[in-house]
């Protein structure tokens, strides 16, 4: 499967602790994107890398949340001291050019619950 | 107020009916995506416009700039459709999406 997946699919973790997802995007493409998801809401974004650059970071990424992605192939999101705000579905997506001219490949998503 | 605003909601449907799905949207964006999501999270593009229409064996997608509208449209629907439809747009030159909040389509056999 050379599809984008993420791992761990589920995480369940006790307030306070760190939690960290991992992201493998398609090979070839160049920007790799993170998303989260709460229910019955659509993704929102958090930070894209185009290589191993990060080049924005949304205003939800607060100091708690850290990406990563160190040479230009797999990237981490780490949460450090959750809450059960972070609750969520954390997606990941690739593309081998632009928004405009590429299709987007998303993993299944990496599901958070903090209790 | 979301800038991507998707309709209906919800919507069931029987085996063979024609759907459509709205999406509207109030900023100036350069790309839209029509995207499908099963339960379980995993998401799938299903197009990429910035202008006209297109058309993947039953699935068409339209959109017209100036009136910042897009539709998709599933002919002979299909319990295997039964999914939420996303729309998202490209804003001007940036690289992130916006998303609307989809629409949950049901169709029964």
């Known amino acids: 499967d050379t599809g984008v997946s993420q791992d761990p699919r589920h995480k369940i973790t006790k307030r306070g602790q760190n939690v960290t997802f991992r992201c493998d995007p398609i090979?070839?493409?160049?920007?790799l994107y993170w998303y989260r998801q709460t229910l019955g809401q659509g993704p929102e974004f958090l930070t894209y890398?185009?290589?191993?650059?990060?080049?924005?970071k949304s205003r939800l990424l607060s100091d708690r949340f850290s990406a990563e992605r160190p040479k230009g192939s797999f990237s981490t999101l780490e949460i450090q001291r959750t809450e059960q705000g972070d609750s969520a579905m954390y997606l990941c997506?690739?593309?081998?050019?632009?928004?405009?001219?590429?299709?987007?490949?998303f993993g299944e998503g990496s599901r958070l619950t903090v209790l | 107020k979301n800038e991507v605003e998707q309709s209906p909601q919800n919507l069931t449907a029987q085996e063979g009916e024609f759907i459509t799905i709205n999406c509207s949207y109030s900023v100036g964006i350069s790309a839209l995506h029509w995207l499908q999501q099963h339960p379980g999270g995993g998401i799938v593009s299903l197009f990429m416009l910035s202008s006209g229409k297109k058309k993947h064996g039953r699935l068409i997608a339209t959109i017209n700039i100036q009136e910042k509208h897009s539709s998709l449209h599933i002919t002979a629907s299909h319990p295997r459709d039964s999914a939420v439809y996303i729309c998202?747009?490209?804003?001007?030159?940036?690289?992130?999406?916006?998303f609307g909040k989809g629409t949950k389509l049901t169709v029964n056999p």
């Open positions: 998202a747009v490209r804003e001007g030159g940036s690289e992130k999406l916006v």
């Open positions: 090979s070839e493409h160049n920007r």
């Open positions: 890398f185009q290589n191993e650059a990060q080049l924005e």
């Open positions: 997506a690739s593309i081998a050019g632009r928004l405009n001219t590429g299709e987007l490949f």
